[in-house]
């Protein structure tokens, strides 16, 4: 079975969505940079094992990385997924995990990646905003896309307001992708595109705002 480790950074509620979804997988571990993650708590009580590695206790990133990866590597993952986790990785740690790392982004890269993508998609006016699944490679959300999820943005919308809209997106399309991976339907190609094996086709276009005849 796919030996998974999910990191998370607060609440934990895509990591939620993965635990909850039936995944033909083995949750080795959850592990957090922030003591106070919410989420950690939730993966105890169902029984996964639960790890803190505090990036305040660590003079830089390269050492934090190093503290992180020896935790992680105590179990042994096939797949590292990156779960609202914020801190940005150091290249040595991206290559170690090279092809078995992934994140979810609340946004429709190349569109506003970084952080603040509410707020940020929101003030440049766009119509249809979204959340993306992708590999993780050195430069920070760029990564090849694996699967992506629009939703209309509304006239009265606020960050929350899309926030929570784009986060129900995030709760499907992550547990789909660790599907594909864990049944050997997806990967990552030496030349840096993405195999996909016999995934669907994608449904009708969203329009937004809707227009009229
Ligand atoms: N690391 C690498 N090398 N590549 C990626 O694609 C990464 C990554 C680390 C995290 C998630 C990403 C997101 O989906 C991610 C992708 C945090 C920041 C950030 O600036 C940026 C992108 C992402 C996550 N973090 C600040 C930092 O100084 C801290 C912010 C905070 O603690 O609130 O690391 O958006
Ligand atoms: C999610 O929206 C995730 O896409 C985003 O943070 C939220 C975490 O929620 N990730 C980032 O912004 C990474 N920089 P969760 O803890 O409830 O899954």
Same mark, same amino acid.
């Given at each position: &079975?796919?030996? @998974?480790?999910?990191?998370?950074? /607060?609440?934990?509620?895509? &990591?939620?969505?993965?635990?909850?979804?039936?995944?033909?997988?083995?949750?080795?571990?959850?592990?957090?940079?922030?003591?106070?993650?919410? /989420?950690?708590?939730?993966?105890?009580?169902?029984? @996964? #094992?639960?790890?803190?590695?505090?990036?305040?206790?660590?003079?830089?990133?390269?050492?934090?990385?190093?503290?992180?990866?020896?935790?992680?590597?105590?179990?042994?993952?096939?797949?590292?997924?990156? =779960?609202?986790? &914020?801190? @940005?990785?150091?290249?040595?740690? *991206?290559?170690?995990?090279?092809?078995? &790392?992934?994140?979810?982004?609340?946004?429709? !890269?190349? =569109?506003?990646?970084? +952080?603040?993508?509410?707020?940020? =998609? +929101?003030?440049?006016? *766009?119509? *249809?905003? /979204?959340?993306?699944?992708?590999?993780?490679?050195?430069?920070?959300? @760029?990564?090849?896309?694996?699967?992506? =999820?629009?939703?209309?943005?509304?006239?009265?919308?606020?960050?929350?307001?899309?926030?929570?809209? *784009?986060?129900?997106?995030?709760?499907?399309?992550?547990?789909?992708?660790?599907?594909?991976? #864990?049944?050997?339907? +997806?990967?990552?190609?030496?030349?840096?595109?993405?195999? !996909?094996?016999?995934?669907?086709?994608?449904?009708?276009? +969203?329009?937004?705002?809707?227009?009229?005849?």
């Amino acid at each position: &079975m796919t030996r @998974v480790v999910v990191l998370i950074s /607060g609440r934990g509620s895509n &990591m939620q969505a993965l635990l909850g979804a039936g995944l033909p997988v083995e949750f080795a571990a959850v592990i957090s940079n922030n003591p106070d993650a919410a /989420g950690l708590a939730f993966a105890r009580q169902r029984g @996964v #094992a639960t790890a803190v590695v505090n990036h305040r206790d660590y003079p830089d990133r390269t050492a934090f990385d190093a503290a992180l990866a020896e935790e992680i590597d105590r179990h042994r993952p096939d797949l590292v997924i990156l =779960a609202g986790f &914020m801190r @940005v990785l150091t290249d040595a740690f *991206v290559e170690r995990y090279r092809a078995r &790392m992934i994140n979810i982004h609340p946004a429709l !890269l190349p =569109a506003f990646p970084g +952080l603040h993508t509410h707020e940020r =998609a +929101l003030e440049e006016g *766009v119509k *249809v905003h /979204g959340c993306t699944v992708h590999f993780v490679t050195p430069e920070v959300d @760029v990564g090849p896309i694996i699967i992506q =999820a629009a939703v209309p943005v509304l006239a009265d919308d606020t960050s929350d307001s899309l926030a929570a809209r *784009v986060l129900k997106q995030e709760h499907r399309i992550f547990p789909q992708a660790v599907r594909w991976f #864990a049944e050997g339907r +997806l990967k990552l190609r030496g030349d840096g595109t993405v195999e !996909l094996d016999g995934a669907g086709p994608p449904q009708p276009p +969203l329009i937004s705002p809707t227009p009229e005849q």
